[in-house]
């Protein structure tokens, strides 16, 4: 989902903010993609910009050779066997592999000739894996981020008749005014990474803002609308929604206290007396042919009214989510009611939206994005900006002007008021749709569950004086942890970006290897206690430089698009109807090392308390981690079933721990003179 490593801040949007003109009109005021990247790369070139004057220039992405991937993956895979016999059989498949695949080769590589102005695997990606897949996007697809308070909202004096709610959304609405217009005038510099400032795509910015999935039956769609055409934001409150414009005719964000106004109007319309709206939100949530089914049904009741209202909706800028009924207090209450609104908050979304700020009645606030068309980096930079001047600063630098703004009772409006009596009429099944719905939505959140591991003993500080890759060692006490939760190694998957080329997206690393074998069983499934014994713990040291030099080793293939998970899928796609697949794609094994039970990602930001998304497979766990310098978070999930969360939680504690001690311990021991 998201790279690896701490995001570095940039310092030069703010400076772009003087110098823009206002958004350029699109030559059509909406695009509908179907999941090709192609289809709207012409609008990079109308925006223009710094944004995208390096898409031009950006490499393809690369196929690895059959014995590349071979070799990368034999290693991977042969931990996870449950035999030697399992092992030599694989390693048989695998060698066949090499020549029973040079026809699918081929034809990838004949595709990727085909695709010269593009990835030969996104479109694959974004429809097979995304915009085709008929789980719900509630946990499944949708990750959240968690802000960190802002100290300057008015706790103790806090105005009578707005909530901290209203009051933090307002200033991160003022900020994403901000940060949309740098976006929709190209002028937000391109993303680059590393000493050598590398480029990175980004396709990505044009689902940020104004973008909205569309349920389809068999595959959905996605609509991305004209910025300069639409200058609102949507609201829910109470399962209601409003829109208003936030922005002025240059793309400006209007001053405070008129947001603030216009947010809080939202409030008290949803708590006025009359006929309410059907929790429409809950139709998002469902399979997505369901989705698809109730969108159908809401246009054949509603008509041409219903139609402006959606499109009302799905061209908004961005979803405000104003949970007045929420006053968490830890991570985890927080985590939950912005990874899924739970069970009190779940009808105050609208899930389709690309972005989702969320703010509660007491002032915590965080983002649920849609992770279709758009992976999680460019939105932790959207997070950045948006987080980084607290509500207080931009209170103070930003009053009411002389310009007279339409009153917020004008303003602001019920998106499907003209629409109650046809929801509510005779011939409508919305309601039984949205029964239906609502049940199957809180089904799923209840069969879920979530734990948060804020782990203060030490971060990135001390396992660098250790002399470790700090993702690399906590990859490993990850797996040190599930071997001790399972009494087994499970297929590992780190999230490893891949956009320094054209339309790439993510690439997998694989943490089980030979070496990470070696040192888990070597530690056990309980601490040994056995750490005092000089000779042993230089064993268990040494086994674990070998596991960490893996997979830093492995996670470098898999930035430069050189890992084999992709390259696999693509051969897969290759083949054609009533063709025999290698052997190796049938092989147990193999279907095993691919099968996530651990899913990972890291992202690490200095405003961010927690973050997180949902386990990929029934038997598997999702974890989310960040390492701080002095301090490591997780975010762990899974189906509740299993009872697994709580108990990760605490190995991952103890492995921590028990890591740390033999590094210390080694520390301490005086070595000879001689």
């Given amino acids: 989902m998201l790279r690896r490593g701490i995001f570095r801040i940039s310092r030069t949007a703010n400076n772009q903010l003087r110098t823009m003109s206002s958004i350029k009109p699109w030559p059509t005021p909406m695009l509908e993609s179907n999941g090709d990247y192609r289809a709207e790369a012409p609008l990079e070139s109308h925006i223009g910009g710094a944004l995208y004057s390096q898409q031009h220039s950006l490499p393809r ?20 066997a449950v035999d030697d016999e399992e092992k030599s059989s694989l390693i048989r498949a695998a060698e066949s592999f090499v020549s029973e695949a040079e026809e699918l080769q081929r034809r990838l590589e004949g595709r990727r000739e085909e695709m010269k102005d593009s990835s030969w695997l996104q479109l694959w990606w974004n429809t097979l894996g995304y915009l085709q897949v008929r789980d719900p996007v509630v946990v499944n ?17 806090q105005p009578s008749n707005k909530s901290l709610g209203v009051l933090r959304a307002s200033s991160l609405l003022y900020s994403a005014a901000q940060y949309r217009k740098l ?29 909205c999935r569309i349920p389809r039956k068999e595959q959905d769609t996605y609509r991305i609308y004209d910025p300069a055409l639409h200058r609102h934001v949507i609201v829910a409150c109470g399962g209601q929604f409003y829109s208003f414009d936030f922005v002025d005719e240059n793309g400006d964000p209007l001053p405070l206290p008129i947001l603030e106004d216009r947010l809080q109007r939202c409030v008290e319309l949803s708590r006025g007396e009359g006929m309410k709206l059907p929790m429409l939100g809950y139709l998002t949530s469902d399979n997505r042919d369901q989705c698809a089914e109730a969108r159908e049904e ?27 009924n929420e006053e968490p207090t830890s991570k985890k209450q927080a985590s939950e009611i912005f990874w899924t609104g739970g069970l009190s908050s779940g009808h105050n979304r609208w899930f389709d939206k690309s972005i989702q700020l969320i703010c509660t009645n007491n002032g915590k606030a965080g983002m649920a994005g849609e992770h279709s068309m758009m992976d999680g980096m460019p939105v932790v930079g959207f ?33 499907f008021a003209d629409c109650l009596a046809d929801l509510y009429s005779s011939g409508s099944n919305t309601n039984s ?27 990135s500080n001390a396992i660098k004086k250790m002399g470790y890759s700090p ?14 939760l399972w ?48 000779t042993i713990r230089k064993e268990k040291l040494t086994l674990l430089e070998e596991a960490v030099s893996s997979h830093v080793k492995y996670i470098g293939s898999a930035a430069k698009a050189m890992g084999v998970d992709r390259h696999f899928l693509g051969l897969a796609l290759s083949v054609k109807d009533g063709e025999t697949a290698p052997s190796l794609f049938s092989h147990p094994l193999y279907t095993r090392s691919k099968t996530w039970r651990v899913s990972t990602s890291h992202l690490t930001h200095p405003r961010f308390d927690s973050w997180g998304y949902g386990e990929v497979v029934p038997n598997g766990v999702g974890l989310a981690y960040s390492i701080h310098p002095n301090s490591c978070m997780f975010c762990i999930t899974a189906l509740r079933e299993h009872g697994w969360p709580e108990r990760l939680s605490h190995l991952l504690e103890e492995a921590l721990s028990e890591i740390q001690t033999l590094n210390e311990l080694e520390m301490l021991t005086p070595t000879s003179k001689l």
């Fill in 61 to 80: 992405l690369p196929i690895p050779s059959l014995r590349e991937t071979v070799d990368r993956f034999l290693p991977t895979a042969l931990p996870l």
């Fill in 141 to 157: 697809v949708s990750y959240f981020f968690h802000f960190s308070d802002d100290g300057t909202l008015p706790y103790e004096e």
């Fill in 183 to 211: 976006v929709a005038t190209g002028a937000l510099p391109f993303e680059a990474i590393g000493k050598a400032k590398t480029p990175l795509c980004s396709v990505a910015y044009k689902y940020m803002f104004n973008a």
């Fill in 298 to 324: 809401l246009i054949r009741v509603g008509g041409k009214k219903m139609e402006r209202a959606l499109g009302v909706l799905e061209s908004g800028a961005l979803l405000i989510c104003l949970d007045e």
């Fill in 383 to 415: 997070c950045d900006f948006i987080t980084k001047k607290s509500y207080g600063e931009i209170a103070t630098k930003s009053h009411a002007s002389g310009h007279e703004h339409e009153s917020a009772e004008k303003n602001v409006k019920d998106i």
């Fill in 433 to 459: 749709l949205v029964d239906r719905s609502k049940a199957n939505f809180d089904k799923l959140i209840s069969s879920h569950e979530m734990q948060m591991q804020s782990f203060q003993g030490y971060g």
């Fill in 471 to 484: 993702d690399a060692y906590v990859q490993i006490a990850m797996q040190l942890a599930t071997y001790r």
């Fill in 487 to 534: 009494k087994e190694q499970g297929g590992t998957y780190e999230a490893t970006q891949v956009r320094p080329f054209l339309h790439g997206r993510t690439e997998t690393t694989r943490t089980v290897s030979p070496a990470s074998e070696a040192f888990v069983k070597k530690m056990g499934l309980r601490p040994k206690r056995d750490e005092l014994d000089a």
